[in-house]
């Protein structure tokens, strides 16, 4: 029995949706003194310690993860090599990348550095490994530089009607 892929994603879809409803009802119909219990669990402040620090609006928080999307050795090499040299960078602990592969058997590959809908940097790698290193090190001079740039700039030119993302 084959099912399509759209028929999947419905599927899906429903179950999260059936999932969500029933531990809403299942909330709603707690006796009074369990309901109290799962409000002061829920509250960010109680009894026991001070509130938590709420983030600015806006922020993730996951910061500072680094998406591998590579499929060959020097992709993968490049990969590590980012990572190992991007340890000590605060701009970049604070930023969630992705870099990405496009592999090509004539030219070697295609890798890009992206955050969000942004690309920082790209470059065409060959199947050497021993140029990953020197490529990821440019790469994270770069990534930082434009990180910098799109940091200022976003603090310069702030518009109350554009999301973050549409001001690009």
Excluded: C
């Excluded at 040299?85 to 550095?113: C, F, K, Y």
């Amino acid at each position: 029995m084959k099912f399509s892929l759209t028929a999947l994603r419905r599927f899906t879809v429903l179950m999260a949706i059936l999932l969500v409803s029933s531990l809403s009802w299942a909330q709603e119909s707690l006796p009074p003194s369990e309901q109290e219990q799962v409000e002061e669990i829920n509250r960010l402040s109680s009894p026991d310690g001070p509130a938590l620090d709420r983030q600015p609006p806006g922020s993730s928080e996951l910061k500072g993860v680094l998406v591998d999307r590579t499929i060959t050795m020097a992709g993968k090499t490049f990969y590590r090599a980012f990572s190992q040299h991007a340890m000590g960078r605060p701009l970049i602990n604070q930023a969630t990348l992705t870099i990405q592969e496009r592999p090509d058997a004539r030219w070697g590959s295609q890798l890009w550095v992206m955050e969000a809908n942004r690309m920082y940097f790209r470059t065409q790698l060959s199947p050497r490994i021993n140029e990953a290193d020197r490529m990821a090190s440019e790469a994270v001079q770069i990534v930082e530089e434009a990180l910098l740039k799109h940091q200022l700039s976003s603090a310069i030119s702030s518009d109350k009607d554009l999301g973050s993302e549409e001001l690009n």
